[in-house]
């Protein structure tokens, strides 16, 4: 017997709880009886029922007071009227409070059974309705949480401007070049590009160029026909014939061979290109976003990237800064990753306290957005009564802005350094490693710890 | 289950089945119903739009009068009906037991007139029990409205082998009435506001419930004996 077949009668007439118990157990209800509005009101709170039949004229309640009181504490629970009197009065005073419906004794126990089959199947529609409705909004939920993930969230004026450029040109065909270091969003900016091209029906398609091997980048990228090597099962129709009427991303293509970026090189050209194995011409539509985290210059200079190729994507070209350029970026990314991951993790959002706000701004964040974004789950995640507080960010982030290595300076310290340089970055190095603890360090540089104290009052190092 | 003998009878004069007269009357009351309907529906708009006090509390009181007249042909539709019992088992004592709550509920003055004489075991009726309350209140309600002697009227419960016999007895100094097919001629005698049909409906409902219905009255000492008998499934 279901739940769903619960139904509650609430009558002073003994004959008629006992006939209609009776009647609609029958049929496959489980009744249960109330002789007082009070005992009606009790049994409704210990088990909700499917649907409650409701005398109006009860020893201990007006019906049309009971009515409002069932309506109120269980809005979701039908309602049908038992009235002695056929007074259409009473019937439409009845609904206007909420109720099914309205049915007068004496009644035909078929219509009263198809009253019964009607507001239970009211009832289930409802219900699935509910369901649905909340299967909705926690998809809709998971869309924006989706969507805002592929939107780019900023304040600085930087990203304002790539912004504006992104709106210029997104509806072009033209081919654009996204440069910056790992984790600046990069494809998040491809994304946008795309959602607000011409072609933003179709799904963008994506290869990243450093995560196949060389051998395989071709196969991919051009597809190919069964048989045309070892393994090729069936036809491939490759990520160019897949992004065909779309736009084709690809990441890192400094990382793709030379000879192969000269092939590619011809289709951008030529807009045709064949599949391995194929003698066919086909058709190359797709709109071209690429995207590289090497400098520019460097992978020119090291004939990692075909300058005619470079020439050739670079009609526009977006140089995405890395986020310790534009910390501005940083409160309302933060914010939107907190709101992300709580959803996530189904957990009220967390605030962050301001020391914890802090240190997420004075950290240099060499792994850039990507790396704010893992230290925002990470805080999100251990976050105790609902607060974000500096032990819960990652250890990296708590350190002393002095004893955070990125990969920036990492980069300035190539080529010949001074003694005193190196001594210092050993220094700091040595107090990264111990978290900041000095005895630990000088332990670990062999030095008594009254001499790390007097180096770090001449570097001017400050913990 | 026993048939209504009524419904097998013709309407004299135009030779048409009782059977064919029940489907006009309930289309006709039907159809009444869907135009008072409206009506109320109407009034109960122009009552919400009204803004005088005294036109409100007068579109309430036509709106009573209309849901009355309503009641009325809701009742002429159940009345010529054939009752379908939905039967249960039930207790006679607890039957009884309601059937003299209701009484005081329905009729307060007239029923404490009414000497009971109940003597009733462990017996069960196999019975709809809205339906044999309603054709005992029927009765109840004809014999207060006729009741002009002043007299008490005795109503005794007993159940006698197997059937329960139900006995309302009427003091009346003259009463003409054959009581040979008591119940089974519906509109013989028809009044204002009275359409003799309410022992038609009566008969039917103890006939459907395997029962027997009849009166006799006793010019000696002056008083009709209504009697119903139901059986029992245990005594």
């Known amino acids: ?90 019937a439409i005073e009845s609904i206007k409070r909420g109720a099914y419906h309205f049915i007068s004794k004496p009644y035909a126990p078929e219509e009263l059974l198809s009253l019964v089959e009607k507001a239970l199947e009211k009832q289930s529609l409802l219900r699935e309705t509910a369901e649905l409705r909340q299967k909705t909004e926690q998809l809709e939920k998971r869309l924006e949480i989706a969507e805002t993930r592929s939107m780019p969230i900023f304040t600085s004026k930087v990203m304002q401007q790539i912004e504006e450029l992104i709106t210029a040109m ?230 002393p802005s002095a004893l955070q290595r990125t990969e920036h300076t990492m980069a300035l310290r190539s080529g010949v350094q001074s003694l005193d340089d190196m001594e210092k970055s050993t220094i700091l190095q040595a107090l990264a490693q111990c978290h900041g603890n000095k005895k630990k360090a000088a332990e670990l540089l062999g030095i008594q710890r009254p001499t790390l104290y007097n180096k770090l009052k001449r570097y001017a190092i400050e913990l | 289950m026993a048939t209504v003998s009524s419904q097998t009878s013709s309407i004299d004069s135009t030779n048409v089945p009782w059977s064919d007269f029940v489907r006009f009357v309930r289309q006709l009351s039907h159809d009444l119903r869907n135009h008072l309907n409206a009506v109320e529906l109407q009034s109960a708009y122009l009552e919400e739009v009204a803004t005088d006090d005294e036109v409100k509390s007068e579109i309430r009181r036509l709106r009573q009068m209309m849901s009355e007249l309503s009641a009325v042909l809701q009742k002429l539709s ?49 019975i709809d029990p809205q339906l044999v309350q309603e054709a005992l209140l029927e009765l109840f309600g004809n014999a207060f409205r006729h009741q002009l002697s002043g007299q008490s009227l005795k109503a005794s419960v007993r159940v006698d082998r197997d059937s329960l016999l139900f006995t309302l007895r009427e003091p009346k100094e003259h009463f003409d009435l054959s009581t040979e097919r008591w119940g089974s001629e519906p509109l013989r005698r028809v009044a204002q506001g009275h359409y003799a049909l309410g022992l038609n409906r009566v008969r039917a409902i103890v006939e459907s419930h395997g029962g027997q219905f009849n009166a006799q009255y006793d010019p000696t000492s002056g008083v009709l004996a209504t009697t119903i008998a139901l059986p029992v499934s245990g005594a």
Request: glycine share 6%.
């Open chain 2, 78 to 126: 159940a009345n010529v009906a054939q009752p379908k019992p939905n039967v249960i088992s039930y207790g006679a004592a607890e039957f009884i037991e309601d059937i003299r709550r209701k009484l005081a509920n329905i009729f307060p003055k007239e029923e404490p007139a009414v000497e009971w004489d109940v003597q009733l075991q462990d017996a069960n009726l196999q």
């Open chain 1, 170 to 399: 997104a509806p072009s065909e033209a081919n654009v070049l996204i440069t910056g270091e790992s984790g600046v969003g990069k494809e998040v900016i491809a994304n946008t590009i795309h959602q607000r091209s011409r072609r933003a029906s179709k799904p963008m398609v994506k290869l990243n160029c450093a995560a196949f091997p060389q051998t395989m980048i071709e196969g991919e990228l051009f597809g190919y026909v069964k048989g045309a090597f070892t393994g090729a099962a069936h036809d491939f129709p490759g990520m160019i014939g897949e992004a065909s009427g779309s736009t084709l991303f690809l990441d890192e293509i400094s990382d793709m061979p030379a000879d192969l970026q000269t092939r590619f090189l011809r289709v951008l050209q030529e807009r045709e290109y064949r599949q391995l194995g194929s003698t066919r011409t086909l058709k190359a539509d797709f709109r071209l976003i690429a995207a590289t985290n090497r400098p520019i210059a460097q992978a020119l200079a090291e004939n990692r990237l075909r300058s005619d190729l470079y020439y050739r994507l670079n009609t526009f070209q977006i140089e995405v800064p890395p986020l310790r350029e534009r910390k501005q970026d940083i409160p309302p990314l933060v914010a939107s990753f907190v709101k992300q991951f709580a959803q996530q993790l189904g957990k009220p959002e967390p605030a962050i306290a301001p020391d914890a706000f802090q240190k997420l701004l004075d950290y240099s964040w060499p792994g850039n957005v990507r790396e704010l974004q893992n230290a925002v789950e990470y805080a999100v995640v251990l976050a105790r009564q609902n607060l974000i507080g500096v032990k819960e960010l990652p250890t990296e982030v708590q350190l």
């Open chain 1, 1 to 90: 017997m279901t739940e769903h077949r619960r139904i509650l009668i609430i009558d002073d007439e003994r004959p008629i709880l006992l006939t209609l118990e009776a009647l609609l157990g029958r049929y496959g209800y489980q009744v249960e009886t109330a002789a007082t509005a009070a005992a009606g009101l009790k049994l409704l709170k210990t088990k909700v029922p499917a649907l409650v039949l409701l005398d109006l004229q009860l020893p201990d309640a007006e019906g049309l007071q009971m009515l409002d009181q069932i309506k109120s504490e269980f809005p979701d629970t039908p309602v049908v009227i038992l009235t002695a009197h056929d007074s259409l009065n009473n």
